[in-house]
C-alpha cells in the first residue's frame, strides 16, 4: 500500500465511507440484509485505507478531509437520492466544510515550508 500515493488512498477511504453510509440507509436499519452486509464491508475497506493514509499524511488533514468531503458527498446523495431538504442554509453549511477542508489542507502546506523553531 505505500506505493499508492496518501490522497488516492484517501480518496478510496471517503468512496467507500459515502458508499457505507448510503448502504446503511438503504439497510432500513439492518433489516435488509445485503445492504447490511454491504456497510459493514464498505466501513472496514473505508477504515482500513483510512490506516494507511495516516501512515504518511497528519492526522488532523487526514480526519478532516475524510470527515469534510464524506459529509458534503453524504449530504448531495441524500437531496438527489432521498429529496432531503435542501436550502440557502444547507448551501452554506456545505460551503463552510469544504472552506474548512481547503484550509486544513492550506495550513499543513504552511506548517511544512515554515522554519524550524
Known sequence: MDRIHPFVQLGV??????FGTTMMKLSEGFTVPLFAVLTVVAYVVSFGMLTFTLKHLPLGVVYGVWGG?????????????????????????????????????????????????
Open 13 to 18: 477511504s471517503i468512496a467507500f465511507e459515502v
Open 69 to 117: 468531503i464524506g459529509t458534503v458527498l453524504t449530504a448531495a446523495i441524500g437531496i438527489v437520492a432521498w429529496g432531503d431538504p435542501f436550502s440557502w442554509t444547507t448551501c452554506v453549511g456545505i460551503a463552510l466544510i469544504v472552506g474548512g477542508v481547503v484550509l486544513l489542507n492550506q495550513g499543513d502546506r504552511e506548517a511544512k515550508g515554515a522554519p524550524e523553531a
